[in-house]
């Protein structure tokens, strides 16, 4: 199993030099160290010449090749309009994939079903915290128009969807949060706030021209 503290990097800095030739690694080219900051080398001096580049994406493969490699090193470029390194794919001996790829094949289907059984169970939690966050919208706004709650408790849930803080006997929810998603709900439904943009007006300017119908509309659901 892989486990060394190396990475790859797609070089941006300038000036990098390989600690074992002594030559300079140009920008784009990849250099091998723990951070961009460290000693490293060239690639050409690095383990991994004669490895090969495993794109991103498949997650079993990912994790199948990196198992059967003795080293496994991840690629980094730097997104600069995100600030952030990004992965590009990790490097592993070939032989690895090829074995990564047998397993992959052979428990397939296996997978599918069990990604399917995930997302029939994911459907059936969405369900539940629809029906529960609606109910609870309904003990706050007694007054609010028949299955309205719904409709605000699954635009609630679709937004946050994967998001942490989503199962519903986990969370309890708070009062400040069922009156954001009720007030978003009416600025939407019960007022022209969307037909106001383009018009000449900033967002604050439309909201707060709006505020003391809200007001009403919310204080007669209650
Ligand atoms: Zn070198």
């Known amino acids: 199993m892989a486990n060394t503290s190396q990475n790859i990097f797609i070089a941006k800095k300038q ?6 030739c002594g030559n300079s690694i ?8 723990e951070s961009e900051d460290s000693k490293g080398t060239c690639f050409a001096c690095s383990p991994f010449v004669n490895y090969t580049l495993l794109p991103p994406g498949n997650v ?3 994790r199948r ?19 952030r390194y990004e992965r590009k794919g990790q490097y592993v001996e070939r032989t690895a994939i090829i074995k ?26 969405d369900q539940a915290y629809i029906l529960e966050f609606g109910a609870a919208i309904r003990a706050y706004y007694p007054n609010c128009p028949a299955q309205r709650e719904y409709e605000i408790a699954k635009h609630t849930c679709e937004k946050y969807s994967g998001r942490v803080g989503r199962s519903a006997r986990a969370k309890q929810f708070d009062t400040k ?11 939407h439904t019960e007022t022209n706030y ?7 007006k900033g967002k604050k300017e439309i ?16």
Request: proline content about 1%.
């Open 177 to 187: 949060m069922i009156d954001l998603a009720v007030v978003a709900h009416i600025r």
């Open 207 to 222: 909201r707060s021209d709006l505020s003391s119908s809200i007001k009403r509309i919310i204080n007669s659901w209650k």
């Open 194 to 200: 969307d037909s106001q943009f383009g018009k000449g």
């Open 60 to 62: 079993a493969l990912t």
């Open 100 to 125: 990564a790829e047998e397993e992959c094949a052979a428990d397939e289907a296996t997978r599918a079903i069990k990604n399917e059984k995930a997302a029939v169970i994911r459907a059936a939690k």
């Open 26 to 33: 140009p920008i784009e080219h990849a250099f091998v160290a």
């Open 65 to 83: 090749s990196k198992k059967h490699s003795e080293l496994c090193e991840v690629l980094f470029a730097w997104n600069q309009r995100r600030k």
């Open 15 to 20: 000036k990098l030099r390989c600690s074992n």
